[in-house]
T-cell receptor
Framework: EAGVVQSPRYKIIEKKQPVAFWCNPI?????LYWYLQNLGQGPELLIR????????DSQLPKDRFSAERLKGVDSTLKIQPAELGDSAVYLC???????????FGPGTRLTVL | GQQLNQSPQSMFIQEGEDVSMNCTSS?????WLWYKQDPGEGPVLLIA?????ELTSNGRLTAQFGITRKDSFLNISASIPSDVGIYFC????????????FGQGTTLQVKP
């Protein structure tokens, strides 16, 4: 069974540029999560989807961050424009149900110059 | 909001030694989870605990859900070099929203 797939694995951009990350969850998993992980810290939830509905986006900085999961399968997280402080690892995870075991992808390491 | 405090922040031990790390909170958690993260990878679930007082083992790993529901520990026995990594505790808080809260991690290094 394929795990959670994320792309790209690494991204280097200049500040004020837009960037997008893609995530394909494990087949059949209804719940999809985007986490932010700063260096030396644990992951912090940005947004959680139940199928195509965003059910918890309270930690998503909505002035510059947006996310979508249009068909309830794969998802895209976008930052526009990126700031220096956005440099971090962006992790995607999925689970069968809201309280089920979360399986994480390898993450996208973003560097903003 | 609810927070988890992990200790120690880092450990450097000799191969074969036992390791203990813990996680505490000022508020109640309904589940406690322990993850391991290798460099360049996402966290992988090691042990999940669902009831206060529960003691669960997974090979050389043992974890317990504290009776007060405000703490948990993870023990690793007879450490080996591949135990190197960052260990995170995580939990679902009492608000029951499904949101998983992570600690800041314990970095483990094992000297062969």
């Amino acid at each position: 069974e394929a795990g959670v797939v994320q792309s790209p694995r690494y991204k280097i951009i200049e500040k004020k540029q837009p960037v997008a990350f893609w995530c394909n969850p494990i087949s059949g998993h209804n719940t999809l999560y985007w986490y932010l992980q700063n260096l030396g810290q644990g992951p912090e939830l940005l947004i959680r989807y139940e199928n195509e509905e965003a059910v918890d986006d309270s930690q998503l900085p909505k002035d510059r961050f947006s996310a979508e999961r249009l068909k309830g399968v794969d998802s895209t997280l976008k930052i526009q424009p990126a700031e220096l402080g956005d440099s971090a690892v962006y992790l995607c995870a999925s689970s069968l149900t809201a309280f089920g075991e979360q399986f994480f992808g390898p993450g996208t390491r973003l560097t903003v110059l | 909001g609810q927070q988890l405090n992990q200790s120690p922040q880092s450990m450097f031990i000799q191969e074969g030694e036992d390791v203990s790390m813990n996680c505490t909170s000022s508020s109640i958690f309904n589940t406690w989870l322990w993850y391991k993260q290798d460099p360049g990878e996402g966290p992988v679930l090691l042990i999940a605990l669902y009831k206060a007082g529960e003691l669960t083992s997974n090979g050389r790993l043992t974890a317990q859900f504290g009776i007060t529901r405000k703490d948990s520990f993870l023990n690793i026995s007879a450490s080996i070099p591949s135990d190197v990594g960052i260990y995170f505790c995580a939990g679902h808080g009492s608000s029951n929203t499904g949101k998983l809260i992570f600690g800041q991690g314990t970095t483990l290094q094992v000297k062969p």
